[in-house]
């Protein structure tokens, strides 16, 4: 019997998907939400961030697929069912947020950014390069883009710290866990890459104090979500010189709001969420694979737990 799959996106097509996913599964129709007719059998979803009631039209969901990594957009709605949620897994999503969060590092190791500004002024401006050993660069989240990232900055030669909720040992990465460890794993950090996802424990945590840890001139680049750190103490502590830089994929309020101070901070640089997206070609595979799952009766891997947040 043939089942459908709900797709709902405002920011990926869906076509690569419907072709990629009903070549792997050949009795399940892809449909949009306006596609979507009395004939079909709606069993799978794959969302971001669906609109407030989606879920209620479909009561004979089995299991729910987010078109990324954060789980955020999913918590503490209350018309989700009762099944699965699971997060997509995919080698080539890791591998573009590695390249987003390397660029940032290597922009600011490599001083580009006061070249960027001494060309604007004509001005022939000599820095002398530092090691990447000597650059002590921290990942806060490990997980599966975290710590990705932290090993590739470490096998790029810089000094990598990380934190996590829970223990890690990662080769080459100073592994710290639990608020306990964040402070002093802040005070070495002088470039910051934020990889947490935003849950009620997250949610601005890099707030005034934990900036204030930074060494003065730190700079920050945060591609998880733009709540876990306080705007407000950001933009302050980028205006006065304590924060050197910040390169910001992600913020409270998505699009940034016309007018917001960091539209035009000379040392910040803004792009629009999309460090890393969701890969049609390869994640297809993996959420094909759980299908054959929950329809065989087993669990679905990758799941998050809405409870925790990730
Ligand atoms: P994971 O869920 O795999 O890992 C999360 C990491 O954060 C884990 O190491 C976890 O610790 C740690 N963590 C969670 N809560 C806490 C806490 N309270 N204190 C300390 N550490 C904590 O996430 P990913 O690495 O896959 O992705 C991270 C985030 O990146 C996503 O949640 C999403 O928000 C964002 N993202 C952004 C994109 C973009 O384009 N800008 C694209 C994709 C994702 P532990 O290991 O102990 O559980």
């Known amino acids: 019997m043939t089942e459908t799959l709900v797709f709902a996106s405002a920011v990926d097509p869906v076509e690569p998907w419907r072709a990629a996913l009903e070549a792997l599964l050949p009795d399940v129709r892809v449909r949009t939400p306006e596609e979507i007719g009395p004939g079909d059998d ?10 407030a009631g989606f ?3 479909h009561p004979a969901l089995r299991l729910v697929t987010i078109l990324g990594a954060g789980a955020d957009a ?15 897994s995919d080698p080539e999503m890791a591998r ?3 390249h987003y969060v390397l660029f940032a590092v290597l922009r600011y190791a490599r001083d580009i950014p006061a070249f960027e500004a001494a060309q604007r002024a004509g001005r022939w401006h000599y820095v002398h390069p530092r090691e990447a050993r000597e650059i002590r660069v921290g990942v806060l989240g490990l997980g599966e883009l ?3 990232a932290a090993l590739e900055l470490a096998r790029q030669g810089f000094s990598v710290a990380g934190w996590s909720r829970t223990p890690k040992a990662l080769p080459g990465i100073d592994c710290h866990a639990g608020p306990d460890a964040l402070v002093p794993f802040l005070a070495r950090s002088e470039i910051l890459v934020v990889m947490l996802p935003l849950t009620p424990e997250t949610r601005r945590l890099i707030g005034a104090d934990a900036i204030a840890a930074l060494p003065r001139g730190a700079k920050l680049v945060n591609v998880s979500r733009g709540a876990v750190i306080d705007e407000a103490a950001l933009v302050a502590a980028l205006a006065s010189g304590h924060l050197g830089g910040a390169t910001l994929d992600v913020f409270e309020t998505e699009p940034l709001a016309e007018g917001h101070p960091l ?19 390869s994640a297809a595979r993996q ?3 759980n299908i054959r799952r929950v329809r065989a009766g087993h669990a679905p891997e990758h799941r998050v737990d809405l409870t925790r947040g990730y």
Do not use: C, Q
């Open 42 to 51: 709606v069993r799978y979803a794959l969302v971001w961030k669906p609109p």
């Open 55 to 57: 879920f209620a039209r």
């Open 74 to 88: 999913l918590v503490g709605r209350d018309d989700l069912p009762d099944v699965p949620v699971a997060r997509l």
């Open 96 to 98: 573009m947020m590695t």
């Open 146 to 148: 975290g710590g990705a």
């Open 263 to 281: 539209w035009t901070m000379e040392n910040v640089l803004v792009t629009p969420h999309l460090a890393s997206v969701a890969i049609p070609a």
């Open 287 to 289: 959420i094909a694979e």
